[in-house]
Structures are given as structure tokens and as C-alpha cells.
């Protein structure tokens, strides 16, 4: 007859039922875990999705530009920044000249046309000296991170020349000229400097290269 150990089988029944209860707290903190990292990777999703959102609403659809919203915020910014080094701030203001002649005679696809090819224009001219913002309508203002007069100048004839150049594209496919207008302002910054007068500086500056003929460029430089 085979015997059975009594005492043996309360402490198999024992460790079944604490392998049973680690099994199923390992299985709630997997869970848990599971959980969490799914958790975090939707506030992920979600955040990237609402600074896309919010880079999307700062640009112009048709130009890939930085619009008003966009400039607004980095030229407070850049105004800030020179009030505390007590530096000079310039800005231009660039528009198309006889713009709504394009668009009357050719369409506004033409006048859209016009508006991408100079916003790609202004870009290249540029470059890394400041960055191009669509102001609205045919208007473009540009903010720069020089200060100097010659280097500003040197940009400002840059572009004129590529208008001008016999050899450059035909930007507009229709045989109609295309030349900017440019007022540039070189200031002083100081505690009460602010955004709208700055801009007004430049924008008199572009009135006076209209008022004088177009197709040209001035820079108004504080003392």
C-alpha cells in the first residue's frame, strides 16, 4: 500500500497560491505599465499634433512665409533682444510695384504666381542675414539681423539686380515687368522703442522710393 505525506500537501497547496498571486501581480503591473506608456505616447501624439497645428497657423499658405502672427512674435523678440544690448534694429518693407496691374490684366493665378516667385526671391537674397515675412496684399517685410548700412544696402541692390538682370527668369510668363519697391529703417533702440513705430519708419521709407519712381530701394538710418 502506498503512503501519502499529510504534511506535504497544505505546503504544495501553499506555494501553488503564492505562484498564482505573483503571477497575477506581475500581470497587474505589466498591465499598469502598458497602461501608462500607451498614455504617454497619445499626450505625445496630441502635442505634436498642436504645435503643428500652431507652426500651421503662423505661416502664409500661398508663400511658405512666416505671416503676420508669426512676425508679430519674433519681432517683439528681436526687439528685445536689442534693447538689451543697446543695439540698432532694421526692418524692411518691400512691395511689388503695380501689382494690381498684374492682377487686372493677367488673373489672380498670375498675381499668385507673382507673389510665390518673389517671396522665393526675397529668401534666397536674404539668406541667413534675416528672415522674410508676407505682410499682407503684395507686401513683404523683411527683418534683419545686420545693422550695418553697407551690408543693408548690399541686400537691398541685390535684389533690385535680380528684377532687373535681362538674364533672370521671367517670373511673371507673361512678358510683364516685375520691380519692388524697398524702405528699409536702421534704429536706435531704447526703453521706448516699439513695434509699430519702427515698422512706420520703414514703411515711409518705401513711400518715398514710390512717390520718387519705384523700382528702387531706401535705407533711413538713425544717427
Excluded: W
Excluded at 490684366?105 to 542675414?129: E, F, I, N, P
Aim: aromatic share 6%.
Amino acid at each position: 500500500m502506498r503512503k501519502y505525506n499529510s504534511r506535504a500537501l497544505p505546503l504544495q497547496g501553499l506555494k501553488r497560491s503564492v505562484l498564482t498571486g505573483s503571477h497575477l501581480l506581475i500581470s497587474v503591473c505589466l498591465k499598469e505599465r502598458t497602461e501608462a506608456f500607451t498614455q504617454k505616447i497619445l499626450l505625445q501624439q496630441k502635442e505634436t499634433e498642436r504645435r503643428a497645428a500652431e507652426h500651421q497657423s503662423k505661416i502664409d499658405a500661398l508663400t511658405g512665409l512666416g505671416n503676420r502672427f508669426l512676425l508679430e512674435e519674433n519681432l517683439a523678440a528681436h526687439l528685445e533682444y536689442a534693447i538689451a544690448r543697446q543695439e540698432k534694429i532694421c526692418l524692411a518693407i518691400i512691395d511689388i510695384d503695380h501689382f494690381k496691374t498684374h492682377n487686372d490684366l493677367y488673373g489672380h493665378m498670375h498675381g499668385d504666381h507673382c507673389l510665390r516667385l518673389t517671396a522665393s526671391v526675397l529668401k534666397s537674397c536674404v539668406g541667413k542675414a534675416g528672415s522674410v515675412y508676407r505682410f499682407g496684399g503684395d507686401e513683404f517685410l523683411v527683418l534683419l539681423n545686420i545693422t550695418d548700412y553697407d551690408s543693408v544696402r548690399d541686400i537691398a541692390e541685390n535684389i533690385k539686380q535680380h528684377f532687373n538682370l535681362d538674364e533672370s527668369e521671367d517670373i511673371t510668363d507673361s512678358g510683364l515687368t516685375v520691380t519692388l519697391s524697398q524702405g528699409y529703417a536702421i534704429c536706435r533702440t531704447d526703453a521706448d522703442s516699439r513695434k509699430d513705430i519702427l515698422i512706420s519708419k520703414a514703411d515711409k521709407a518705401l513711400y518715398a522710393v514710390k512717390n520718387s519712381g519705384r523700382n528702387n530701394y531706401l535705407i533711413f538710418e538713425e544717427d
